[in-house]
């Protein structure tokens, strides 16, 4: 994997500009705030991005896929607000989950998500190595 950091460029702080990757490309579906189960456990805007996320290392870890292997990650939130004021939170839960990987991140909000208790919904691409991806 390659981060891409065009010279002369700022560093951006907690994503990449662009990744370049090749290996097993997985495509994990928008993944919100409730467990395994379809059970949301807190309205907390950051417990949910730590759910969510939860979410999205089980389903990687389906293809053989880890978080490092991220290459792409968007944010649908509700409240640009709500999340922006939960940036502290946010970063802890994401530290604790994914690690110290930042891939390209976009972040948009959007005028609803279908389930309505979500305040966040996170989908990835993910390019796994090869040799990690089989079995």
Not at 110 to 129: D, H, N, Q, S, Y
Request: proline fraction near 3%; include cysteine.
């Amino acid at each position: 994997m390659e981060f891409l950091q065009p010279e002369g460029w700022a560093r951006a702080r907690g994503y990449s500009n662009g990744v370049a990757a090749s290996g097993r490309m997985v495509c994990v579906s928008g993944m919100i705030g409730w467990d395994g189960q379809g059970v949301f456990h807190t309205d907390d805007f950051a417990g949910q991005v730590r759910q969510a996320l939860l979410n999205v290392v089980a389903v990687l870890a389906e293809a053989g896929a880890r978080p490092e292997h991220i290459v792409r990650m968007t944010w649908y939130v509700l409240d640009k607000k709500e999340y922006v004021g939960a940036y502290k939170e946010v970063g802890a839960a994401y530290r604790e989950v994914i690690g110290a990987h930042y891939p390209a991140m976009t972040a948009v909000q959007v005028a609803g998500l279908l389930e309505e208790r979500a305040r966040v919904e996170i989908e990835v691409t993910a390019v796994a190595p090869l040799e990690d991806s089989q079995q």
